[in-house]
């Protein structure tokens, strides 16, 4: 090998390292730490229903000193929900309650409706790096969390816990229906508990999981609901320009990896990308953290038959 070619190749490692480097030093600094509010239309209501305005929360993965993103939680409030959605993993420190309250502040006296995931359960754990491509099937759990603290926070506030529940409301003179599930990603799902057909008297029937595993989008959506809301996928949290999410880490797709979109014939999805990280994982590439608004409209021919016109549309989605 000559010199040159010698030379060359010395270069090309080192700018692929550095290259590497600044991408860490990026997501884990920058990235990470760039909340954005995304807002979306969905046509999902039923016919004549005016419309709703509902805040989409999940995976905060809250840890006690993460001021920034406990500043960012307490601004959420300014724009005025008709209705909260926390899909779980609000926890990744066992003295993390009180600062989950705190940021979530004012969002607190707004309606909501909660199901956990394995985070608000259990704490993160370091783990082997390949996990995140290969998705074993063996949970590794840390410490317990006192999740039970967190649940009583909420409820005392208003908040309706519905793991393994239905329940029907009004929220801003609209009926809703809404059911939910424990966290799939551990097995917890017990769907038979809360099957059958949802209510056809509601402006909205919403279910609730914190991993939208497939086996519990296709209970909901032969139940016939309208909406289905869930977490846990972090939008991928590493993700390539032109490509995407690389991993879901559940059986979900990857064109679902985060946002809205269809199951089946009559139900719509939408996954959050999540506001937090893991301890063990501190940094997101072309994944912004993000809260999600969404403005819930009347549907086309009806929230019961969305069909291939919800497939036709495509909701109007934007950051700030």
Known sequence: MSASAGDILKTTAVASVGTLVAGIAYGSLIERNAFVMREATMPVLSPGSSPLKVLHISDIHMRPGQRRKQAWLRDLARWEPDLVVNTGDNLSHPKAVPSVVQALGDLLAVPGVFVFGSNDYFAPKLKNPANYLTKP??????????WQDLRAAFTERGWLDMT????????????????????????????????????PAANLT?????????????????DGYQLV??????????????????????????????????????????????????????????CRPEATLLTLVAAPTGGSDTGSRAGQQHPTVSAR
Request: charged share 20%; proline share 8%; net charge positive.
């Open 229 to 286: 809301m869930a977490g846990h996928t972090h939008g991928g949290q590493l993700c390539l320009p032109f490509y995407g999410a690389i991993v879901t880490n559940c059986e979900l797709d990857r064109s679902r990896v985060k946002g809205p979109s269809r199951w089946g014939a009559r139900t719509q999805l939408h996954v959050s990308a999540g506001i937090g990280t893991s301890p063990y994982a501190p940094l997101r590439f072309c």
């Open 164 to 199: 393994h529940t239905r329940r029907e409301f009004e929220v801003a003179g609209l009926h809703i229906a809404a059911a939910g599930v424990d966290d799939p990603h551990l097995t917890r799902d017990r769907y038979d508990t809360i099957a059958g057909p949802a209510s």
């Open 206 to 222: 919403l279910g609730l999981t914190h991993s939208p595993e497939p086996r519990v989008l296709d209970r909901f959506a032969a």
């Open 137 to 146: 099937t063996r949970r590794i759990h840390g410490e317990p969390l006192p």
